[in-house]
């Protein structure tokens, strides 16, 4: 499926990107970590399809339980105690939803990360910093890239060897090890490579000289400005409403939360960020349903 919000201008992307880590990171209300969580899971759901899916199952599920099983074993702060442990050390209902808050907020940093990692591409990512950093833009636009060409690679390197009889999962222990110490000596001699013609490349263009021109396909349009502004209204809102105590949850010693309005309207402000892009992807598939109606 087509994504909608990756259409937007790099600074949208940004701005969107920058709030939800920071807010997932720093606001600790329940409340606040399952809305990050679920629209972190839905927008990467929608973006990776069965992959997300795969990867939500093993990667993101095992690592929520070992942080919220580890954290009790360790945290023993809390007023209420459930029971105590073999070790003597009181096993505490404040510990046990610390531990499940910092799992879900853990959960929430990855999966906008992988959002992240394919919604701000290199290009996005060089047009966004490379007048600012230009040489820190390069490199981190070079590490983004290399990793999947370096699989892409290593797979087709692979492939080659076992043509030639040089299958690194076969055969005998030492056989096994002469055939990837020869992958791993390809592979090492392709990027070092690599990465010299890059930096060829790049001088001979004159990446980074002062008065250095360079294209670009976006523009800053009126959609772009609409959302912009929606995006800080939204972020503004949140971060107004948790000045004015509207996000307060304590866990230790005892569970203490504030609500009322403005609790109520903060959490709706920032159940709307979350679903921006799921929000956005939605309406541009309706519409082109319509229109595939029409036809």
Known sequence: MRDSFSTYHPAVNLLFFTEVLGFSMFLLHPVCLAVSLAGAAAYDLYL????ALAFCLKGILPMMAVTALL????????????????????????????????????????????????????????????????????????????VPRFKVQLRT???????????????????????????????????LENGIDTADSMKSRGYGLPGRTAFSIYRFDRRDRLALAALLALGAAVLAGAALDGLTWRYFPTVKWSGGPVSLLTLTAYLALCAVPVILDRREDRKWTALRWKI
Not at 119 to 142: E, N
């Open 71 to 146: 954290n009790p074993c360790f945290n023993h702060q809390g007023a209420t105690i459930l029971a105590y442990l073999p070790s003597g050390n009181p096993l505490t209902l404040e510990s046990i939803l610390y531990g499940l808050a910092a799992a879900a907020m853990l959960a929430a940093v990855v999966l906008w990360f992988a959002c992240f990692n394919t919604v701000i591409t290199s290009d996005k990512f060089v047009y966004l910093f490379g007048r600012v950093i230009p040489s820190l833009s390069l490199v981190l636009s070079m590490a983004l890239r290399f």
């Open 157 to 191: 390197v692979t492939r080659a060897q076992k043509c030639i009889g040089k299958d690194p999962a076969r055969g005998g222990l030492l056989h096994r090890i002469r055939c990837a110490g020869a992958i791993l000596s390809t592979m090492v001699s392709w990027a």
């Open 48 to 51: 990776n399809g069965k992959k």
